[in-house]
């Protein structure tokens, strides 16, 4: 493998180095006045609009999300409240990490083919492709409930079922 | 009593060379955050208070002296464990001979604020300071692990060759205050230039100040020089320490940097003199004076050498969170062709200067 070398033509001042260092050290120490200053002021209530730090206190305070981003899985209800899914296993069939696991059922509605009577998803294998999300005919699954934390204990603890996917609504995501 | 004065000033110092290694700790992570536009750590809490992440040193001291002692098989026991304590030890004895205030009269005796008196306090604490190496060098033979045999050797090297430059600059100092006592030397920093300089050693020895510093800050490993440690690249003499050992090796850089702070403040910023502040009051030219009690000098004093080292441990964390670290080659480089043919130079400019003084 070739190494590039870069040659650099240093000028004396640059070269001596300890002028080089006490600018190094006027950048830092002025970030560090400053944001010093804004914490004080900020604790006594002042220049709430400058902020101190660029980082997120994340618990407490959380990024903008886009409005496309793929979070934890819901399955959506009609009408009447009953899961919107068919049991076509459209999105089992598309997943690349087969971590969707479906039983249908007979529905008692002549309308409607199918029911599930199981839905789980296992969410120590999905890899948030959202193509179940691109698959689905009845737009029963989705991805949009804004939540990103679901860790757990155990691996039967990440299997999600039909009641748990139900249960979740949607967060719009904030601006 | 004379055991009580004795006794309570070792534990005077003790205690504020403990609490400045604390303070340190939290400073090293909150200062770097603020310079970094973060917040740093905030998050240990003792029932709610938060204290600005103060409580973070104490988290981490439980969690250290919870976690499993380790000695790595094949390495020697007896040694591995008192590597640490070598490296310690040596580094807070060196306090020993620091003045941190001056001679007071207190009650009817006289207090001179400095644990030990020696004549030869400078060589007292350069011995030390090489005899702290022993612990690092001790660390990296009897882990049995060849990264930390390397750190250990470059920790030797490394220490040799600042040392030299370390005591190459203060050769100058000596020169100018004639005594190795560094309470004498501090006291000698009280005199006046034309009535309002002070004789601080970093007005008489500019070139030297910067050398020292350093040198000295060479001497405590940390981020420009920290070849020893490394800690991008081998882990250095201490990958094969776990739980308070560990710690214990990360204490003694913190203290090694105050203690740096301390003799830098003693030589070159005056120690313990404010300035215009004598033993009965501050005292400008002419009429303009103030009369003040034994005690409340002492307790001026006092508080201006710790304020003096207090900024020297603020400006040598910004230094070690400002520059990047330098390469083995270059610090090697760095040390033997410019420093120390600068750090003689500053000799001979002070030899002919004392010289055409007389």
Redesign the interface.
Same mark, same amino acid.
């Given at each position: 493998m070739a190494i590039k070398q870069v040659e650099r033509d240093l000028t004396f001042r640059e070269r001596i180095y300890i002028l080089e260092i006490l600018k190094a050290l006027r950048l830092t120490a002025r970030h560090f006045f400053r944001n010093l200053f804004v914490h004080i002021a900020h604790r006594f209530g002042l220049l709430r609009r400058l902020r101190g730090g660029v980082t997120y206190q994340y618990p407490e305070e959380r990024r903008p999300f886009s409005p496309r981003l793929r979070t934890l899985h819901r399955l959506t209800r009609r009408q009447d409240g009953s899961p919107r899914c068919v049991a076509c296993m459209m999105c089992e069939t598309v997943c690349p990490a087969h971590c969707i696991y479906i039983v249908g059922g007979e529905h008692p509605n002549p309308q409607i083919e199918k029911y599930p009577v199981r839905f789980d998803i296992d969410l120590g294998l999905c890899v948030f492709c959202g193509y179940c999300v691109e698959a689905c005919p009845e737009d029963a699954i989705r991805m949009d409930t804004g939540k990103l934390e679901f860790s757990s204990y155990s691996r039967e603890g990440m299997i999600h079922d039909l009641q748990e996917l139900l249960s979740r609504s949607t967060t719009p995501p904030k601006r | 009593m004379e055991y009580f004065i004795q006794f309570s000033k070792a534990f005077f110092i003790f205690n504020v060379v403990m609490g400045f290694m604390y303070i340190l700790t939290w400073l090293e992570r909150k200062?770097s955050? !603020?310079?970094?536009?973060?917040?740093g750590a905030n998050r240990a809490d003792i029932l709610g208070f938060r204290l600005l992440g103060l409580f973070h040193p104490l988290a981490d001291a439980i969690k250290l002296l919870t976690k499993e002692d380790f000695i790595p098989p094949g390495g020697n026991r007896l040694l591995h464990t008192l590597a640490p304590f070598v490296a310690m030890f040596f580094a807070l004895i060196s306090f020993a001979v620091i003045p941190f205030g001056g001679t007071y009269n207190l009650g009817g005796y006289e207090v001179s604020l400095q644990v030990l008196d020696l004549n030869v306090g400078l060589l007292f604490v350069f011995a030390t300071m090489s005899m702290g190496i022993y612990g690092f060098v001790l660390a990296g033979w009897a882990s049995n692990n060849n990264y930390a045999l390397l750190g250990s050797v470059r920790a030797a090297s490394q220490m040799i060759s600042y040392e030299i430059t370390m005591g190459a600059t203060i050769i100058g100092v000596l020169m100018i205050y004639q005594t190795l006592n560094l309470q004498e030397m501090v006291v000698a920093q009280g005199e006046y230039f034309w009535g309002w300089i002070p004789k601080w050693g970093i007005f008489l020895q500019p070139l030297g100040f910067?050398l020292f510093s350093t040198a000295a800050m060479a001497e405590t490993k940390r981020v420009p020089f920290d070849i020893p440690e490394g800690e991008s690249e081998i882990i250095g003499y201490f990958v094969e320490y776990s739980g308070m050992k560990f710690g214990m090796f990360l204490a003694t850089d913190f203290i090694e940097t105050v203690l740096a702070a301390a003799l830098i403040t003693t030589l070159f910023l005056g120690g313990w003199q404010v300035p215009f502040l004598g033993a009965e009051g501050f005292f400008f030219s002419g009429e303009l004076w103030m009369s003040l009690s034994s005690v409340t000098v002492m307790f001026l004093q006092v508080s201006a050498f710790l304020l003096k080292v207090s900024v020297l441990c603020f400006f040598m964390m !910004?230094?070690r969170?400002? !520059?990047p670290r330098f390469r083995w080659d270059h610090l090697m480089r760095l040390g033997w062709t410019i420093m120390l043919p600068l750090s003689i130079l500053n000799i001979l400019i002070t030899g002919l200067f004392l010289l055409w003084r007389s």
């Open positions: - | 200062q955050a !603020l310079m970094q536009d973060r917040i910067v !910004l230094v969170w400002t !520059l």
